[in-house]
């Protein structure tokens, strides 16, 4: 199907949360309206999410979640400031930046094309931006979402383009080379890691990200205990190997406080 290529007025969605200011919506949406006019390709729609926390001893309370349909492409940017006008702000300049990096010559790569251009993949200082996580007491925790879907099948390459397109910490895919449930995640400034349930990496294939593989297998174990590894951990999210699938699961921090669960469907 040939996509759009007629510029066009986007339709935009503001939703509030909390206590935000009423000249914050329509900033929001301006901003929409000016990121669309940078793009080459057409805006179709967008939903921006403003939150502003009730925890006054939150950092950051200003949250702005933006969600776009590039011509039909997902796009998102999920940042947090102490003011409204700046995490309004963020995602605008964050979405840009990336759209530019990232529409050079990414079906080059997809053809199997690398290009060897020094960090073409680099993320910036993104992560610094995420909301803070509410501080809910362990015994009030409680898995409030669970997503469960057919794993896409794709390369490593394209794995890393979506979590970066999406906003993600982590993506969780079937691995195309070597049919593994995988998970991609950053690793320092300018890298990334790939784990697996069973480490493949003589059948992952080239790849042009900064990359490297865990030689551990996920390990296997039910929901329960993956809540438990994640608390006393304090890391962002588990990957594990589900008990009675043995399929791969990452169950992560949601920024309320709770457990989020993503699991294939079989």
Known sequence: MKRSTVRQTPEIQVEV???VPEDSVEYARSKVQEL???LREPVLFARVRLTRTANPATERPAIAQANLDVNGRQVRAHVASGTMSEAVDLPHDRLVARMRRTRQDWEARRGGMPTKEPHEWRHDSEPTHRPDYFPRPVEERQVVRHKSFSLARETPDEAVYEMEEMDYDFHLFTDAGSGEDSVVYRDGPDGYRLAQVRPSPDR???VSVPLTVSGLPA???NVEE?????DLAGFPFVFFTDGATGRGNVLYHRYDGHYGLIAPVE
């Open 204 to 206: 992952i294939g080239p």
């Open 17 to 19: 949360r909390g206590e």
């Open 226 to 230: 993956a809540e438990k590894r994640l």
């Open 36 to 38: 669309a006019g940078q």
């Open 219 to 221: 390990p296997r174990m």
